[in-house]
């Protein structure tokens, strides 16, 4: 579910971040920031810190730092959205209703989505071939070798028209949600 901006800012507004990290913190107030010890690592002396008006906490011991969201999420191991459900009940929110057309745009934005990572996915596939030798030996000459090809999610595109048209049916994909134009003609 996606959360518009001004439902977001309105959670903010109304939980300051020293009240969301002092359910899992004891936090002793020090000048404008809060300090405490780390929920993420077992310290002895405080390094974590909470500002109420950068709306941010600070963790130097395990190096996190983030929003109210961020830190329900790293301390209790939800999702973006759980997040935002549970501090939504915290504020005092009711979550904001979808009409029909905007689940209808989710639910294609969604998909969408999913069919770009699986055509991602088989593009790299491709390069990892047998198909995509002479791409990886290109690529290895000019120094992305197999670790940078993997970070950066490199592939290799076969000269078959409809290969990944192919592959994306026979993955159940809604063919309407893409759009596979003509290859250019090289002279």
Request: net charge positive.
């Amino acid at each position: 579910m996606r959360f518009p901006p001004s439902f977001l800012d309105e959670i903010r507004a109304r939980l300051p971040m020293s009240q969301v990290a002092g359910k899992r913190v004891r936090l002793k107030k020090e000048g404008r920031e809060w300090r405490g010890l780390s929920p993420f690592t077992a310290e002895k002396t405080p390094s974590f810190y909470v500002n109420d008006q950068k709306a941010r906490f600070f963790d130097f011991s395990a190096g996190k730092n983030g929003n109210i969201f961020d830190f329900v999420m790293e301390t209790e191991g939800v999702s973006f959205p759980e997040a935002v459900e549970r501090l939504a009940a915290d504020a005092g929110l009711a979550l904001p209703k979808m009409t029909a057309e905007e689940e209808a745009r989710e639910a294609r934005r969604a998909s969408t989505h999913e069919a770009l990572e699986l055509a991602a996915r088989w593009f790299e596939a491709r390069l990892q071939a047998p198909e995509g030798a002479r791409a990886r030996g290109y690529l290895a000459d000019r120094g992305l070798g197999p670790a940078l090809q993997k970070e950066f999610r490199l592939g290799y595109a076969p000269r078959e028209k409809f290969a990944l048209r192919g592959f994306l049916a026979s993955k159940d994909v809604d063919l309407s949600l893409i759009h596979i134009s003509e290859p250019t003609r090289r002279s």
